[in-house]
C-alpha cells in the first residue's frame, strides 16, 4: 500500500486491500452493520453501526484500512458520528397524523396509516380533478440522498398519475447555472470545474469564497483532499471571504476580508490592473472569446459594448487613457474593503502564477445579483487565458471522481410547465398571473405568445415535501411563507413525510413517518461533491422500523394501489428484485464491486481518482475549432448577445440588472444600497455551519454543544453596541426579528455579521427565539436564474 510521496501514483483501489472484517470487539455480544449518513453536504459517509437486541449501541466512522493520502478512510464528521442520537431524537415521528387545529398551529391527531393513505391518495386525486395536475408542487427537498427507497418514488408515483408542476434551478447553485451556461455554454463543464487533484499542478489556489474546510468535511472528502494537496505541493492560497474561515486559520497565505456581494467589484479592479500593465493573454482572449476588445466583438456590436471599454471606460479602440469611471483598484477598495495596493498585488500574483486555480464558491450566486457575481468571476482565469491547462480552473466548482449506482426510475414528467425552484410561493399566492417575461416561467414552445410570453396561468393547490424543509425553515422571509402556508384556502392540501417534527412538518395536513437511514437498506454512492475519492457503501438494516416508520417505497406500493396505477409503479417486482437488480447493475459499471454478501461486512468499496485527474475545457483549449463549446459562438462568450436581447426584452424589478457584460451591480440590500443603510447598518451574511447540514442535524443536542449558533460580530461593532461575546442579541429588518448569542470575534470584517444558516425557526410572538437565519432573508428573486439571494441582508443588531 505504499504511495507516500506523491499523489498520482496512488491508485489502488480497497479491493486490492486486504479488509478488515467489522466484526464487533471481542467479548462484546453486538451485532454491526453498515449505514450511511445521507445528508446534503455532497458526501455520503459510510457508518458502522453496532446494536445490541435490536437497540443501537454506538456508531463509529469507517476506519477499517491503513490511513495513507489516495488510499484511506472515509471518515465521517462530527455529524455521522452523531447519528444515534439522531435516530433516537425525541421528536421523532412515531405514527401518521392529521392535522386538527388551525394550520400551522402543531395540533395533530394520531391516525392509522389506511386512514392516512387514503385520504393522501383522495386528495391527490381531487386535486388533479379539480386543478389539474400543474397545480401539484413538490417542494425541494435534499434531506436524503437515498438511491432506492427516496424521493425518487414519490416522483415515479406522481408521473404515472399524470405529472407535477416541474421546478427549475435550486438553492444551492440557480444563478451559478446560468452564469456558467451564458459563458461557457453548459452548465456541466462550466459550473463544475477541474478536480482538486489538479491543484498539485497549481502555484496558486484562489478560493473566492471556497470553504472546503467547513463545506465538504467527510473524511475522504474536499477538507481532506485539500489539506494534503497543500500539505503535499505547498501551493499558494488566497482566501477572499467575509469570514476568517476554517479553510484559512494558519493555512493559508492571504485573507482577504471582502464584504458581501462586492465581488465583482474587487475582479473589475484586478481586471484594470491586468489590461493596464498588459499582463491579460490576448491571444487566448482572440482566439477563444467573444466580446473581449475592439478584435472579438459579435458582428454589429461597437467596441464601446466590449469589457476593455467597460472596464476602463474608454469608448475609443485602441486609445488606453482610462476615463472617470474606469474600475480602478481605488474605485473598488471603497466599494469592497480591501486595500487598493492589496489589490494591485493580488493581481500581480495572478499574473505570475504559472498555473493559478480558481475557485468561484457558491455562496457568491446566493446573493442579490448572484448571476452577475458568478460571472465576474469566471472573468479572472479567463483574462489570464488560464483555462484547460495543467492545475487551471475556469472558476466552477470542483468536480469530484464518482461511482455510478442506479437510483430508481422516474418516468417523465408529461407537465410541459416550469417555475424557478424558489418562486413557490409566489405560485401559490398568484400563480395565474405568473409570466414568461416577469417571473421567468418556463412554457411549452406552443403556449407562447408572438412576444415569446405567456402566463402559468393556475396557482399551486396541493403540495408534497419530502425529505425537505424549505416548506418553512429553508426558505427566505419565514414571517410571508408562513403566512402564505397558513391560508387553508390558497395551499389546500400538504403532506410532509420526515423523520422528526420540523417547522416544516408543523404546517402539514397529513405527516407520514419515513424509517431512517439506519432502518434501510440501499447501495449508496459517494454523492456529488466527494473529491477525488468515489465510494459505494452498502447499506443494511441494522434496526428494525421505529415505531409505525414505513419506507417510502413500501409507502408509495400501497398508494399506488389506491390510485391504480400499482402494476406500472412496481413493474412486477418486489422491493428485493429492485435492490438486486440495482446492485446488479452497479456491479456492471464496477466489475471490480465485490458481490452483495461481501459488502454487507466490507462496507465500502472506494477508489482514488478512478477517472484521473480531470482538467475543465483540455479539449477545447487544444483545439476550439473542433471542439466548440456549446456557446451560440462556439467561444467563451465574455459579451452574451443571449443576454443582452434577455436586458432587452425582460420585465425586471426595479433595480435588477441583466447585462451582456458580467458586472459589478450594487443592489438591494447591499453595502450600497441607500433605502436600508441607515436603518439596517450592517450587512449579514448567511454560511453553511459545521454543526448542521442546513436544518438536519438540528435537534442533536451534542452538536448544538459542538457548534453553538451565534452570530459572529466583530469587536468594534460590538462596542459600538455594548456587546460582548455570549450576550444574547436582537437581528431585526422590516422582514422579521430573531434572538441569538453573539460572538465577537475579529474573524469577521467590521460592518459585516455572519450567521450560520438551518437552526429551527421557534417563533414566540413575533420573535423567532430558534435563531434561523430566515426570518430575515428576502424572498426577492435574483434578476436572471429568479433565485434565492439568501446571502444578501442588511440588519441591525441589538442587545436583546
Ligand atoms: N438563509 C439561507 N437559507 C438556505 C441556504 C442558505 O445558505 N441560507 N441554503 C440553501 C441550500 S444551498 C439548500 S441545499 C437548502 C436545503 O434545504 P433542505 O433540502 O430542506 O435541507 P434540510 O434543511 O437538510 O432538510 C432536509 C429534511 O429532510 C429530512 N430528512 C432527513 N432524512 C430523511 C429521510 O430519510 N426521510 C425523510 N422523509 N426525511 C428525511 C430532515 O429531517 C429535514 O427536515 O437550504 C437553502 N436555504
Ligand atoms: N457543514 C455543512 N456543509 C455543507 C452544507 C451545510 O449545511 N453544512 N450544505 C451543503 C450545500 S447543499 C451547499 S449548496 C454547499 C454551500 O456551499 P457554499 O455556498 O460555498 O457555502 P456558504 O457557507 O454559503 O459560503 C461559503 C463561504 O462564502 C462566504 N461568503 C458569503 N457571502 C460571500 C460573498 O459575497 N463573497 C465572498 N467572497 N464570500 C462570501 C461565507 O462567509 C462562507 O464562508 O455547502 C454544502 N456543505
Ligand atoms: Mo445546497
Redesign the pocket.
Known sequence: MGCAATVSGCNSSSSDVEVVPPTPPVGSDEKLNWSAC???CGSNCPVKVYSKDGVITRVESDFTIEDEYGDHNVRACLRGRALRKRVYAPDRLKYPMKRVGPRGSGQFERISWDEALDIVADKLQNTIDQYGNESILFT?????A?HFS?KQCLYRLMNLKGGYLNTYG???WAQLYKAATYTYGSARPGWKGSSMSEMKNSDLVLMIGYNPSEIRMSGSGEAYDFLMLKQQNNFKTILVDPRYTDSAVGKEDQWLAIRPGTDAALIEAIAYELITNNRVNQEFLNDYCVGYDENTMPAGVDYSESYKSYILDNPTAGDMTPGTNAKTPAWAAAITGIEENVIIDVAEQLANASAPFVQIA?SLC?QAAGENNTRAGYMLPILLGQIGLPGTNGGGLCSGSSFSAPKMPTGSNPVGKKISFFTWTQAIEDGENMSVLKDGVILPEDQLDANGDGKLGHNVKAIIN?????LV????DTNRTTEILSDESKCEFILV????M?P??EYADIVLP????LE?EDLVNQSYAAGDTATLVQMSTGVEPMFESRP?YDVCVDLAKRMGVEAEFTEGKTREDWLNEFYASAKAAQPDLPEKEVMLTQGVYRKYLPNGSYIVHEDFRNDPVANPLPTPSGKIEIYSERLAELSQKWDLADGDVISALPKYVPTWDGYEDAATKDDYPLQLT???TKGR????YHNVPWLREAVQDAVWMNPIDAQQRGLQTGDLVRIFNDRGELEVPVKVTPRIMVGVTALG??AWVRFEGNIDKGGN??TV?SQRPTPLSKG?G??TNRVQITKA
Open positions: 445521507l445528508v446534503n425541494y427537498n435534499s434531506g436524503a437515498y427516496g435550486d438553492y444551492s457558491a446566493r419530502y425529505a425537505g424543509n424549505a425553515n429553508q426558505h427566505s413525510v420526515d423523520n422528526w420540523t416544516s412538518a419515513d424509517v431512517s437511514w434501510t417510502i448567511g454560511y453553511h447540514a442546513h436544518s438536519s444558516q438551518g437565519l430566515n432573508t434565492n439568501q446571502h
